[in-house]
C-alpha cells in the first residue's frame, strides 16, 4: 500500500510540474515589463499591444504565439547559449546566416529569395530611361559577399546564381554603361565586413576605382580620399542574426569629406556622416543616418560643375563620401522611400550622369 501511495504521490507530482512550470513561466511573461526591441538582433518584439483579438481568423493565436517567444524570460541569454552551442557543434547556417569557413558571416540567399522578373523589369525601365533622356547612365551592380568570396562559403552551401543573373539584365541595359566589378570584387575578404553584408571602405575604394575608368581615367593610381577609422568594434546586421561573443569586432572606416559640404534628406539639412548613429546597435547608419527618399549633396569646391543623380541602395551610402569630390551636386534617390519618376527628376535638375548603385538582387 505504501509503494502504491508512493507512486501515486510521484505521478501526482509530476502531473503538478507539467502544469504549473508553464503557468508559471506564462504568469512572469505577463506581469513583467514588454521589451519592445531586441538590442541583439536589432529589431522590434512582440508586445501585449500588438495581439490582435480576431481568435477565429486566427491572427490571436499567431501573435500569441510570436508574443510568448519574443517576451520569454532572459530570451537574449537564451539565444546566445544556442548560438555558442550551435557554432561549437560547427554549424554552417545560423538564422538565415551562413558562417563560412573563417568565421565570417554571409547573407543566406537562394534562387527563390530572388525576383528575376522583377529585377529584369527594373533593368529594362533603366534601359528606357537612358534612351529617353540620352543621359549617359552608369549600372554598377554590386555582388554580395557570399558570391565574391564563394572560398569562405561552407562547402556545398547554396547561393543565387549570380552570373546568371548578371548576364539576363546585362541584356535588359544596352543603353547603360555596365561597370562590371565581378573581377574587381572577387576573392578579396577585405572588401566585405565579417559581420554585416555591406562592403567596407576598401571595398568602396576597388569600385571607385572601376568607376574612374568607367570615365575615362585610366590612371593605374587614381586619387583616393583619405580614409580614417571611425569604430573598432563593430558587429553588424548579419551579427544580430548570429549573436555571440564568440565572433569578433571589426573596424569601420570612412573616407575624408570637404567641410564646405551642403546636405539635405526629405526636406531637411543632415551632415554626411551621423555620428550619433556609432553609439545604437546599427552603426552603418553613419552614413547619412540611414536611408532618406531624396538626399541631396552640394559641393562648391567640386573638381567639376556636373550634376549625378544616384538611384540606390543601402551600398551608396557609403560610396557616396568618396565620389563628392567630383561633383557639384548630387542627387541620391532610393525608390523604395521616393515614389517618383527618376528620369523626369534627371531632366528637371539638369543632371549629367545618371548611375545605378545597388546590389544586383535590390530593385527599387
Known sequence: MIILNNKINAKTVLIAVFIAFPLLLF??????????????????LTTGKDIRTDIFGGEFQDDLENYLS????????????EVNTRLLLRSSSIGGAYVGSDGRLFQKLLDSDVDSEKCARYAARLNRMAEQTGIDTYVMYVPSAGISLKES???????????????????????????????????????????DHHWTAAGVSAAYREWRKAHGDRDSDPYQPEIFTIDKNFRGTLWSRVPSGKIGCEEMQAFQIPDSLTVEADGREISLYDYSALSTKDKYNFFQGGNHGILTVTNPEA???????????SFANSFLPCIVGDYAKI????????????????????ADEIAVIREIISVG
Not at 28 to 33: A, C, E, M, T
Not at 70 to 81: E, G, S, V, W, Y
Not at 303 to 313: A, C, F, H, P, V
Open 27 to 44: 504568469s512572469v511573461i505577463l506581469i513583467k515589463r514588454d521589451n519592445p526591441l531586441s538590442v541583439n538582433e536589432n529589431r522590434v
Open 70 to 81: 519574443d517576451q520569454f524570460p532572459m530570451r537574449d541569454r537564451l539565444k546566445n547559449a
Open 303 to 313: 573638381k567639376s560643375g556636373k550634376t549625378l543623380l544616384i538611384l540606390k541602395d
Open 153 to 195: 562559403m561552407p562547402t556545398g552551401a547554396p547561393m543565387y546564381d549570380y552570373d546568371r543573373l548578371y548576364s539576363s539584365l546585362k541584356n535588359e541595359l544596352q543603353s547603360c554603361k555596365i561597370i562590371d566589378l565581378r573581377k574587381t570584387l572577387y576573392g578579396h575578404p577585405e572588401y566585405y565586413y565579417a559581420t
Open 331 to 350: 542627387i541620391m534617390v532610393d525608390e523604395r522611400y521616393a515614389f517618383i519618376d527618376a528620369g523626369q527628376l534627371a531632366v528637371d535638375t539638369g
